[in-house]
């Protein structure tokens, strides 16, 4: 199953640079790196990226992901938590995430 991460350009070079990062400033704060589904994705863009240009969608297959832990956040829906540094290999792809009046348009997930 795939499962997406939304970067900023700057966390997504490092990422790309290093090979390896603790994520965003919200993952370090929290100690994981946060992830959404398929079905939670858009409304994570809209709630904690609203009007940002120039972001990035990262896919991640979970199968082999460890260690990955799905817990409740908003509404009580699980999410995936990734409790290590995100690396490169992790990446299955990334695709620009373009803001078109003010929504952020989504490739195909799969």
Sequence with gaps: MLIYKIFRADEWATLQ????????????ADGYIHFSTAETVAETAAKYFADAQGLVLLAVETEGLEPLKWEPARKDVLFPHLYRDMRME??????PLPLVAGVHQFPDLT
Excluded: R
Aim: aromatic share 6%; hydrophobic share 50%; glycine share 12%.
């Design 17 to 28: 640079a290093d090979g390896t990062t603790a994520g965003a400033p919200i993952d370090v």
């Design 90 to 95: 992790d990446v299955v792809w990334a695709k």
